[in-house]
């Protein structure tokens, strides 16, 4: 399987906000949910307007797909979805108002605690023809984290946002050639700039693996398309 085919078409996009009309919600979004300080994640919806009735997949940065379900009542977005935490069920309702810049931000119930989530929409679904990859990163034992990304692909060019549990999203740039893709982006750690290099391989599954390098440090990852 060729790589420039796994990166055209998919699910989920996430990125800077575009401006957005409480009528128009067919889209693909990243929410930004926490629980107080301790608990923060990320997670990556494409949301289907139909009658004011809002549904579509999301994606966890853990890889697990949900189904949310919802409504738009005049500019306030709502929307749940069931899943797993700590052995048990758990159903999550977002009550939202979207804002003049096209940001839905509101309170998250889960019947039993209350937090709160900042939805971004990034693109409309009519114009949106990318893939999400989950890459699992390992630098050392304890230097382990996973990250989100979502590519658009332009002849062998592809871009798009990754994003991680916690910190701003990052804007990634590469090129796919045949069964390998490479990419990178700029962030910090520890206070201080770094530029991080993927260059992946595509397996008979359609996975990706392959190294990854910042600066003289190099570890590994894995990717799965979502």
């Known amino acids: 399987m060729s790589i420039k085919t796994l990166f055209m078409g998919g699910l989920i996009v996430l990125g800077t906000p575009l401006a957005v ?9 990243i929410v930004k949910g926490e629980f107080g300080s301790d608990l923060q994640y990320s997670l990556f919806c494409q949301l289907e307007e139909n009658t004011s009735k809002i549904a579509g997949p999301c994606v966890t940065m853990h890889g697990k797909l949900l189904k ?7 500019d306030t977005l709502t929307f749940r979805y069931d899943t797993d935490y700590d052995g048990g069920g758990l159903t999550l309702e977002y009550s939202g108002d979207v804002k003049p810049d096209g940001t839905v931000i509101g309170r998250i119930n889960t019947g039993i605690s209350t937090g709160q989530f900042r939805g971004s929409k990034v693109m409309s679904r009519d114009a949106d023809h990318s893939t999400t990859w989950k890459f699992d990163v390992g630098f050392t034992p304890e230097i382990k984290y996973s990250v989100l990304c979502t590519f658009k692909a332009d002849g062998v060019k592809i871009k798009g946002p990754c994003s991680i549990i916690q910190g701003p999203t990052l804007q990634a740039k590469g090129a796919v050639d045949g069964s390998k893709a490479t990419f990178a982006y700029d962030t910090y750690y520890q206070g201080r700039a770094v530029h991080v290099e993927y260059t992946g391989e595509v397996q008979a599954d359609g996975s990706m693996k392959g190294p990854i390098r910042e600066g003289d440090s190099e570890g590994s990852f894995t990717a799965a398309r979502y």
């Open 21 to 29: 009309s409480a009528a128009d919600m067919s889209a693909t979004w």
């Open 68 to 74: 949310a379900t919802g409504r738009l009542t005049g």
